[in-house]
């Protein structure tokens, strides 16, 4: 296994309220993604990075920024928290290249209220 | 644009009777393809992947699948289904002249019937 740890696994907050989710890999993967996983929609993809301060937007950025400072650490921010970033979040990496296997961390449940 | 789509939200089988799951693609390049797993209230973990090397490709607890470059398909089988086979599994596609992009289907999931 990668060893990919998210925190916090579970968080309930109020609308308007800032929110950061960390991602934490012990494999020295270049790769790095945020995905929401929702019912009906599966996983779409919100930033990912291909290094250290290389990120880019996904499919569903809005309302959301990431910050990687160290190949390890990669940050997901809600500026301000709405319902509809009410969601399942999963962070996930690779090395890239002829693999392209992703590695899944266990994932953070966020309810805003 | 890469677009995944998994035809079927729900699927349910019978224990012991045939799974297929089917998953098309659209890439104007060939792509690397996979197939993940999720059971409740985990992660995803890899079922198997295409990368060109075999159409046919095995993957974990007895899944296949088959890459079908005139179709654009990449269904997955299994010959005879477990009730331990019951969890949520997704089709997922990667350019292969690229390595950042990875793209989900919706995701379908496997019900078993006793």
């Known amino acids: 296994d990668a060893g990919i740890t998210q925190s916090p696994r579970h968080k309930v907050t109020e609308t308007g309220t800032p929110v950061t989710l960390r991602c934490h890999q012990t494999?020295?993967?270049?790769?790095m993604y945020w995905y929401r996983q929702d019912p009906g929609h599966g996983l779409r993809l919100i930033h990912y990075?291909?290094?250290?301060?290389?990120?880019d937007k996904g499919e569903v950025s809005d309302g959301y920024s990431v910050s990687r400072s160290k190949t390890e650490d990669f940050l997901l921010t809600l500026e301000s928290a709405t319902s509809s970033q009410t969601s399942v979040y999963f962070c996930?990496?690779?090395?890239?290249?002829?693999?392209?296997?992703?590695?899944f961390g266990e994932g953070s449940r966020l309810t805003v209220l | 644009a890469q677009s995944v789509t998994q035809l079927g939200s729900h699927v349910s089988v019978s224990e012991g009777a045939l799974v297929l799951l089917r998953c098309n693609y659209s890439?104007?390049?060939?792509?690397?393809l996979f197939w993940y797993v999720q059971y409740p209230n985990q992660g995803l973990q890899l079922l198997l992947k295409?990368?060109?090397?075999?159409?046919l490709v095995k993957g974990i607890n007895g899944f296949e699948a088959e890459f079908k470059k005139s179709e654009t398909s990449f269904h997955l089988t299994k010959p005879s289904a477990h009730m331990s086979d019951a969890a949520e599994y997704f089709c997922?596609?990667?350019?292969?002249?690229?390595?950042?992009?990875?793209?989900f289907g919706k995701g379908t999931r496997l019900h078993i019937l006793p």
């Open positions: 295409y990368t060109s090397a075999a159409t």
């Open positions: 997922a596609v990667r350019p292969a002249n690229r390595d950042d992009k990875i793209i």
């Open positions: 494999e020295n993967h270049r790769y």
């Open positions: 890439s104007s390049v060939p792509p690397y």
């Open positions: 996930a990496t690779t090395t890239g290249g002829d693999t392209g296997e992703l590695f």
């Open positions: 990075s291909y290094g250290v301060k290389d990120t």
